[in-house]
């Protein structure tokens, strides 16, 4: 899965697209990996915006889930933006909505890392 990063100031910002679920977890995970370790206290802040990202199922969450705990081990910060609704609604239900900063859209999302760095 092509993540599309961009730099924005000290940010990295990622796009996935498409689902990630048990077909495409793994590719996320791969091409998430390598940006994690700089998301560590000092470094880039991580944003993931999932404006493009039509669906995400458990084996996803677990690979964010992975990603977080290690982003947060490490004093990085790493959240997101624009979950599309269903998307929304999954990480509500499965109460990842308490685990990971969310924001509305990629501005919002910019001007709280920016804002805290």
Do not use: W
């Not at 498409?18 to 990996?33: E, N, Q, S, V, Y």
């Not at 997101?80 to 239900?93: K, N, R, S």
């Not at 919002?108 to 760095?117: P, Y």
């Amino acid at each position: 899965m092509e993540l599309q990063p961009t730099q924005e100031g000290r940010t990295v910002v990622l796009n996935p697209s498409g689902r990630i679920d048990h077909t495409h977890a793994d590719a996320f995970k791969l091409a998430l990996d390598p940006h994690l370790a700089d998301c560590r206290k000092d470094g880039a802040s991580l944003v993931i915006d999932f404006s493009n990202v039509s669906y995400i199922s458990s084996i996803g969450l677990r690979a964010l889930m992975v990603a977080i705990k290690q982003v947060k081990a490490q004093g990085g910060r790493m959240v997101l933006a624009a979950l599309q609704p269903l998307v929304l609604e999954v990480f509500t239900i499965s109460r990842f909505d308490m685990l990971f900063e969310i924001f509305p859209d990629r501005a919002a999302a910019l001007a709280a890392v920016g804002s805290a760095s």
